[in-house]
């Protein structure tokens, strides 16, 4: 059901652009996470400059990898490895090319605003109760969300409660929690924005349920490498600095802020990097 679903997904957006020229079509997934939105753009408007049509089709992390895997989507650049998204490409390794690392240092957990009297995971089992016994969770198909749970089991945090909802509506939350200066716990992960608006910490991990740094990959679709050639180089070649993409994810948080114009801009504004990724 969920396959037909996502093969539905995009067959209406592949049939949107039915005079696009053969062979100069590409076809992207991403997740609707702030990273990945920044750099699924900045990939879609470095195609562009080579006289490539992109689709982007936003799709839960668990459909975007089926997409991938099943050739509905050419490639996504939001595969978190080697824990994050560890079940997903278990399962598909075999269906899909796995590019490469596009970003370097990431990493995920539970993060609180620096005046909360927290350091370790472990702390809510004597403090749940400041924040309600709840964790602020995003989407729940989402990798950050599966180690949310291990995490809950390794430390014995029975009475906490790991909310579902967005990435949209976890930062909300934590807005609301900050400009109250009250305590509260969310699930995040770095490359994220809201690291450089407000004053955070990660909450301490001594038992690696959220794994150790991670990299954000780039994964194609199995021939791409045959059928496209100077996509997959390009794919191949894309690499995004934390600082980077941080920044441009911060732009993207402002009100009224086209993704894609924000990648444009930044594509104007640095040729050498670009030029690196088209050589």
């Not at 936003?58 to 050739?71: D, Y």
């Not at 490498?225 to 191949?236: N, Q, R, S, W, Y």
């Not at 802020?257 to 990724?277: L, Q």
């Amino acid at each position: 059901m969920l396959k037909s679903l996502v093969l539905s997904t995009l067959a209406l957006a592949a049939l949107s652009g039915t005079a696009l020229a053969q062979g100069k079509a590409v076809k992207l997934a991403y997740v609707e996470w702030s990273d990945a939105v920044v750099a699924t753009n900045l990939l879609a408007e470095t195609l562009k400059t080579k006289g490539y049509d992109v689709t982007l089709t936003p799709l839960p992390a668990a459909a975007m990898w089926q997409a991938v895997a099943t050739g509905e989507a050419d490639a996504m650049v939001a595969a978190w490895l080697p824990a994050t998204h560890a079940a997903y490409y278990e399962k598909l390794k075999d269906q899909v090319d796995l590019v490469g690392p596009n970003v370097q240092g990431a990493k995920i957990g539970w993060a609180v605003p620096a005046y909360v009297d927290m350091s370790s995971v472990a702390d809510l089992k004597t403090k749940g109760g400041e924040v309600e016994n709840k964790v602020i969770g995003i989407d729940p198909g989402a990798g950050l969300m599966q180690a949310s749970e291990k995490a809950i089991k390794d430390y014995e945090l029975s009475g906490v409660t790991l909310v579902e909802g967005s990435d949209a509506t976890m930062t909300a939350a934590l807005k609301d929690a900050i400009d109250r200066k009250e305590p509260i716990v969310v699930t995040t992960w770095t490359p994220h924005w809201m690291f450089g608006r407000y004053e955070l910490k990660y909450l301490a991990d001594p038992k690696g349920s959220f794994g150790g740094e991670e990299s954000v990959n780039t994964v194609a679709r199995k021939d791409l490498a045959k059928d496209m050639p100077e996509v997959h180089k390009i794919l191949t070649n894309f690499k995004i600095s934390l600082d980077d993409e941080q920044k441009l994810m911060l732009q993207n948080e402002e009100k009224g802020t086209d993704p894609a114009k924000t990648a444009k801009a930044w594509i104007d504004a640095n040729p050498e990097k670009v030029a690196a990724w088209t050589k």
